[in-house]
């Protein structure tokens, strides 16, 4: 089973280069955390994203909640990525017909293409989602290189809100739509809550709603524990927002969460 195998054997195995990218850098690192920066002053994102940044693999924006976005907090996000080694993620949850979510991927005032390395995307409209977002990408760079091969997609397959409509049959799917086909290259990962929504070891699962202490919020959010999330659920990477955003010492809360994850993780291929 994927959730045996160590992550520097697994990115061996990935079809997406963003993806071994990916797990390359979480084995070298020794980091399975995600930092879900959702803050609405570019200031403050950036300043959790430099003492956090040594503890995490990913950090996962919102773009639209930042009420003073401009390009230079881009630059800075992306020097600050170079700096502590980490990965963007922009989390759009794209859910449109191909050709709207090639636009809202690649233009706008965002021009997410540009500078996430990741983006996240429902399975909801199919296959055509991802020739969207692929679309935006221009197919080849003036080198002649697969200018896709530097962008991947997760794709949301189950979600961690309660009440959701997600049914086993459409998570099924979701799978199919992840592994098979000629765009599965452009496929990074799933995001899911359980062990069982994939089983290609190429792809990473990356699972939101994990909180040391709590359990829900008052908007439907469901948390579970960091060794939870890992051991029982197969996350490989655990998404923690207001867990770290809402600690006193935002680097310490990182570091105990990365501390967590990164022991379950070794404890689940040691076993
Ligand atoms: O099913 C999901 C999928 C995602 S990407 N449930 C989620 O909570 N998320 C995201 O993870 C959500 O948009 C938010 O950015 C983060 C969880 O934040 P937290 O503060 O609840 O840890």
Redesign the pocket.
Known sequence: VRTKIPFESRANLAKSAVARRLFSLMASKRTNLCL?A?LTKGDEILDIADKCGPYICLL?T?IDIVEDFSESFIASLKALAARHQFLLME?R?FADIGNTVSLQYGKGIYKISSWADLV?AHTLPGRSILQGLKAALGGEDAAGGDVAAERGVFL?A????SG?LIDDKYKETSNKIATEGGDVDFVAGV?C?SANCFAFPGLIQ?T????IDESV?KLG?Q?QTPEHVVKERGADIA?????I?QAKNVAQAAQTYRDRLWTAYTERVAK
Do not use: F
């Open positions: 879900a959702d996962k919102h989390d949850k996240t949301l189950e979600m961690s809100a959701n995001v809550q990356l939101p709603g994990v909180k919020d959010q948390y998404v923690v927002g207001r867990g955003l």
